[in-house]
C-alpha cells in the first residue's frame, strides 16, 4: 500500500531478472517470507537471501553470507557480535531487541539472533517441508523458523552485520511476538 509495488513494477520493465509478488493485503511478514521461500523453491533456487529493503540491512553485507554460503544451511546476519550492531536504533528498540535475544538464547536454548531476518538459506540442504512446521505469520515466523531449523541441527551460521537507519516503514515486531 506505500507504492512500492508500483515502483518495482516499472523497474521489472527494465530488468527481466526482477520478479514482484503482489499480495491483495497484508498478511503478516512471517507470512510474506514463508510465501517467498515457496515461491524460490518452486523455482529451484538453490540460495535465497532474505533481507528488510528500506536500507536498516546494508546490500553490502551479502557478499559475507556468500562467503560461507557452501558451508553452513542458513547464515544469519547478528548485530550482536559488534559494539555498533544496532546503529543508531533507540533506546526502546535496542531495549526489545536485546530482550528477546535473551529470550531466546537462554528460554528456547537458540544461540543465535532470531530476530533478524536478514538470512541466507541454503534451499539444497533444508526440506521444504520444514518451513511448512513454522505456523506463525508474524514477526515470530524469525524466531519460530531459526528454533525449528536449530533443532534439526542444521549447520548455522551467524555473520557480524550493523544495523542501519531505516528510511521507510516501522519495526513489524509486536510485544506478542517477545
Not at 548455522?156 to 552485520?161: L, S
Request: glycine letters at 6%.
Amino acid at each position: 500500500p506505500d507504492g512500492t509495488g508500483e515502483i518495482l513494477d516499472e523497474l521489472s520493465k527494465h530488468d527481466e531478472k526482477l520478479s514482484i509478488i503482489h499480495r491483495k493485503e497484508k498478511l503478516g511478514i512471517g507470512s510474506a517470507h514463508k510465501e517467498g521461500i515457496f515461491w524460490a523453491y518452486d523455482r529451484s533456487y538453490n540460495i535465497l537471501i532474505t533481507m528488510d529493503s528500506d536500507y536498516s540491512h546494508s546490500p553490502d553485507d551479502i557478499v559475507l553470507f556468500l562467503e560461507n554460503s557452501e558451508e553452513f544451511d542458513v547464515i544469519v546476519g547478528t548485530r550482536f557480535a559488534r559494539r555498533d550492531g544496532m546503529g543508531d536504533l533507540s533506546i526502546i528498540r535496542q531495549l526489545l531487541s536485546m530482550t528477546a535475544h535473551f529470550m531466546t538464547k537462554y528460554l528456547l536454548r537458540v544461540p543465535y539472533d532470531c530476530t533478524n531476518g536478514f538470512r541466507l538459506y541454503n534451499l539444497d540442504n533444508i526440506p521444504r517441508s520444514l518451513f511448512q512446521e513454522v505456523k506463525s505469520h508474524s514477526y515470530s515466523f524469525f524466531f519460530e523458523s531459526l528454533f525449528i531449523i536449530h533443532n534439526r541441527n542444521l549447520k548455522i551460521h551467524e555473520v557480524a552485520i550493523k544495523l542501519g537507519g531505516r528510511f521507510y516503514g516501522d519495526s513489524n515486531m509486536a510485544l506478542s511476538d517477545q
